[in-house]
């Protein structure tokens, strides 16, 4: 008995140490968990914060992206809207001048009035056929040119100086056809005509004004009455062709007559043989023709000259300013 009681209090000692052991030990294990708690929710806030930045940084590169890929395509079909707008201007100025060169090729109707430089147009290996009508206006005016309408071909016409109304209207319609107006004569009285100089130039002034004053050009086409080569003129042939030339016109003979002038009365087949067999060797060919009331067997050759023309490979085109003429006396810029 004695024993025990000495061996109780040492019990009890031991006992509450144990127990504070066991507290110091649960209190840290609780300040260990509640540490790693805290920190956790810290990482998981600073996680939170960081995915949003990296949320709010792909948005940005994100909107960034659109924009330059925006601004990229605006600027990309601006070029290319410029490019294809650049490329219509420039294909549609090739198409228009190509145009032009071709009409001018095919039909040179311009040139026929105004200022002469006396520079003309090269003469290369294409064949061409002027086809030119002396003395009118006349009856048979209107029927040539609907011929010529009909083959869609340009022809010259040598006037003489007429003031009826109808020669007045004929006179236009050449011209508004598309056709080229030449002087020839205002009286057709060589022996008037060829007298003097003075009388040489009354007879151009006159018919020069008469058409001037009819259809508003300033005609600028000369051919003398019988040609540069007549026998009849009182007056050197060279002084008159120093006033024609001095007053800036361009006088052209004729290398193919078609023999429709003549006294005898010519029907349409000669006339067409005559113009066929002179053209044969020549690139270039001025053809004498007449436009009188007399002279219906023209009108009737006129589609037999054209289609035989145009299958020996001419074109049909007028006179211009710019055509290199043919001259019997040639002028001293011919020489």
Not at 173 to 197: C, E, K, P
């Amino acid at each position: 008995m004695i024993h025990m009681k000495q061996d109780r209090p040492s019990f009890v000692f031991v006992m509450i140490l144990i127990t504070i052991m066991t507290i110091i030990v649960a209190g840290v294990v609780v300040a260990v968990a509640t540490g790693n708690f805290s920190r956790k929710k810290d990482e998981e806030k600073d996680s939170e914060q960081t995915s949003e930045k990296v949320v709010e940084v792909v948005a940005t590169e994100n909107k960034t992206e659109g924009e330059t890929t925006l601004e990229t395509t605006t600027e990309t079909e601006t070029t290319t809207e410029q490019e294809t707008t650049t490329e219509t201007e420039t294909t549609t100025e090739q198409e228009t001048t190509t145009e032009q060169q071709t009409t001018a090729e095919m039909q040179p109707s311009a040139g026929t009035q105004g200022t002469v430089d006396f520079n003309f147009n090269p003469v290369g290996d294409q064949k061409y056929a002027y086809l030119t009508f002396d003395d009118g206006p006349s009856e048979n005016t209107y029927p040539i040119l609907n011929v010529l309408d009909q083959y869609g071909v340009k022809a010259t016409f040598f006037t003489a100086g007429k003031t009826d109304s109808a020669s007045l209207e004929r006179y236009k319609a050449i011209v508004n056809r598309g056709h080229s107006l030449g002087m020839h004569t205002f009286t057709h009285d060589y022996g008037q005509i060829y007298a003097s100089l003075d009388a040489f130039k009354q007879d151009v002034e006159s018919i020069h004004k008469l058409l001037l004053d009819v259809t508003g050009q300033d005609v600028r086409l000369y051919r003398f009455p019988g040609g540069s080569s007549n026998r009849v003129s009182k007056v050197d042939i060279h002084t008159l062709i120093d006033y024609i030339t001095s007053q800036g016109y361009i006088y052209y003979d004729w290398n193919v007559d078609s023999g429709d002038a003549l006294s005898k009365s010519i029907c349409a087949e000669e006339i067409v043989y005559n113009i066929m067999t002179q053209s044969q060797g020549h690139n270039r060919i001025v053809v004498l023709m007449h436009d009188t009331n007399a002279k219906g067997e023209t009108v009737k050759a006129l589609p037999g000259i054209i289609e035989n023309l145009q299958a020996a490979g001419y074109q049909i085109v007028p006179l211009t300013t710019k055509t290199l003429p043919v001259q019997h006396v040639k002028a001293s810029y011919m020489r």
